[in-house]
């Protein structure tokens, strides 16, 4: 298992381009989730989906879009970079299912995004 | 309003030494407590997840104590490793992962 996969690792944007930032999870997990991650500030979460199909805004979630057309991508799309979306961002998937395993969550490596 | 604050901000230990990180929240409802291991670089690992009726967990030299009735939680660390330097992140959930985070606590283990 390649756990969750995102890509790209870093990029660099101009204000106003547009670019999205792909995610994917081989562990057939229903629920995934976008953070971002900025100095001094927890981790905040932006979108969410529980399958397919189902998505919903999270705490941070203006200036991003997101969809779930399979159960193993979820792509993060920003629409017109601004300078306030420079961040770590994060991706992470986790079942739904009774018990203790449902309140795991697994974490991708990052995309370091820097707008300019 | 929900906050999780974690103390010290950084801290500095030798090879060896035990230490142990501290976790305040002000959550409502309280589902569980997380502590997650961020690598520089990486994303955060989960060490433990603690519900309600537990108050102490282990993952291997890390243990994690929760007392709810005061709104606290550790993470100790015995032995220490030059592999421990990370930031250490308290997370307190609501429900279903709907979670609070804290600001972290970066560890740096010296030879």
């Known amino acids: 298992n390649a756990g969750v996969t995102q890509t790209p690792k870093f990029q660099v944007l101009k204000t106003g381009q547009s670019m999205t930032l792909q995610c994917a999870q081989d562990m057939n997990h229903e629920y995934m989730s976008w953070y971002r991650q900025d100095p001094g500030m927890g981790l905040r979460l932006i979108h969410y989906?529980?399958?397919?199909?189902?998505?919903d805004q999270g705490e941070v979630p203006n200036g991003y879009n997101v969809s779930r057309s399979t159960t193993e991508d979820f792509p993060l799309r920003l629409l017109s970079a601004a300078p306030s979306q420079t961040s770590v961002y994060f991706c992470a998937s986790s079942p739904i299912s009774p018990g203790l395993a449902h309140y795991e969550q697994y974490f991708g490596p990052g995309t370091r995004l820097t707008v300019t | 309003k929900n906050q999780v604050e974690q103390s010290p901000q950084s801290l500095i230990i030798l090879e060896g030494k035990n230490c142990t990180l501290q976790?305040?929240?002000?959550?409502?409802?309280?589902?569980?407590l997380r502590w997650y291991k961020q690598d520089t670089g990486r994303g955060p690992v989960s060490l433990t997840i603690m519900t309600f009726s537990e108050n102490t967990k282990s993952n291997g030299r890390y243990t994690a104590t929760l007392d709810a009735d005061t709104k606290q939680s550790s993470l100790h660390i015995t032995a220490s490793q030059l592999s421990d330097s990370a930031s250490y992140i308290c997370?307190?959930?609501?429900?279903?992962?709907?979670?609070?985070f804290g600001t972290g606590t970066r560890l740096l283990v010296s030879p």
């Open positions: 976790c305040n929240y002000t959550v409502s409802p309280f589902s569980n």
């Open positions: 997370v307190v959930s609501t429900g279903f992962q709907k979670l609070v």
């Open positions: 989906s529980v399958g397919a199909g189902i998505t």
